[in-house]
């Protein structure tokens, strides 16, 4: 993919290999459990026992749609435990392999298994084309045409439960507390919720309210909330009681429809994710499709999600850099998707969550 320095990146070749983990990590913030050891995700050892017979053992080639239905059975059961669905759209014959078209809590992805059922590939690499270069997370820079000024107005689009825009809040956080006092910074929501079952349009209602009517503790509450996803302990670290927000909660549902958009499937954004529209205006000025899109003085940038990276991004918008600006963040390392404060290798630029 090509960003607006017209400069190349692309995925590191080593997420081919990190097979089933990498699907739960990615998709559903498993990072988090990177404390329990390895291959704690997975649920150890019994889990990839379960993965090697769990469609087949015979070494035989089996259908694509026995392939297919029984790995989106284990992918149920093993990995996603109840915290999301995924669905099989389609299965295609890819010469040793079958080509799973899936949809895992809305997000639509490829992965590759063999056709005796054995082997679960959630990417694969084309060895007859050379990759490209990926570029460093130190070398990003903010778009030369971005508009500079004195105080450069940040808005990060986000949903609350997306782990790619989880991912670019905790990358944040540092530069916030490095360089708030220079820019104008929001968090807002994307105009379509894609984790209802999670709880995100609640979640993203209460975020709102914390950060309009409490904006000194929203960064508290936003550094707890991404340990776990847990509101209740968020409110609690922010020093907040949900009384604090009630009146903020209940005004703000009225006014965009929350709860009823929530509750009406038949107003839901392409028949599947409930409207959530306290940022509508904002999402159709920018041309927001998905989180996380970071939009900084009124135009959409790309950038790398570690702190490093934004704050490099940011500072190429003001029209004379603050001393912090300076500030080596490099130690904070590139966040990993999904909740928990863990890290990952690369910068990871390119995933997010949207409905297309």
Excluded at 98 to 125: C, E, H, M, R, W
Aim: glycine letters at 12%.
């Amino acid at each position: 993919m090509e960003d607006a320095n017209g400069k190349i990146r692309i995925w590191q070749a080593a997420t081919a290999i990190l097979g089933v983990l990498l699907i739960a990590s990615i998709f559903f913030g498993f990072f988090n459990g990177a404390a329990d050891g390895p291959g704690s995700a997975l649920g150890g050892s019994a889990a990839a026992d379960s993965l090697k017979c769990a469609v087949g053992s015979s070494g035989t080639a089996l259908s694509g749609s026995e392939v297919g239905g029984k790995t989106v059975g284990f992918i149920n059961e093993n990995l996603l435990q109840g915290q999301a669905t995924a669905k099989l759209d389609g299965v295609e014959d890819a010469g040793n392999m079958y080509l799973l078209k899936l949809d895992i809590g809305g997000q639509k992805t490829d992965a590759y298994v063999s056709k005796d059922g054995k082997l679960l590939f959630p990417q694969a690499i084309d060895l007859t084309k050379k990759p490209q270069a990926q570029q460093a997370p130190d070398e990003q820079t903010a778009p030369a045409d971005i508009q500079k000024s004195d105080k450069p107005k940040v808005e990060l689009f986000v949903m609350s439960h997306c782990p790619y825009g989880t991912q670019i809040e905790k990358g944040i956080i540092p530069v916030v507390k490095e360089i708030g006092g220079n820019i104008d910074f929001e968090v807002k929501f994307v105009n379509y919720a894609m984790h209802p079952s999670q709880g995100e349009v609640q979640e993203q209602l209460n975020q709102y309210c914390v950060q309009k009517d409490y904006n000194g503790k929203y960064m508290a509450y936003l550094g707890k909330f991404l340990e776990a996803g847990n509101g209740k302990d968020a409110l609690a670290a922010a020093g907040l009681a949900e009384a604090d927000i009630k009146g903020c909660v209940e005004e703000t549902d009225r006014k965009f429809n929350v709860t009823k958009n929530l509750e009406d499937k038949s107003s839901w954004a392409s028949g599947r994710f409930p409207r959530f529209m306290i940022y509508d205006a904002e999402n159709k000025k920018y041309g927001v499709q998905g989180s996380p899109s970071l939009v900084i003085n009124g135009q959409q940038v790309q950038s790398g999600r570690d702190a490093q990276s934004l704050l490099k991004t940011i500072c190429g918008a003001f029209t004379s850099k603050p001393e912090g600006c300076s500030t080596d963040m490099s130690s904070f390392g590139t966040p990993a998707p999904g909740f928990g404060f863990g890290t990952q290798g690369g910068s990871a630029t390119a995933a997010g969550c949207h409905s297309g």
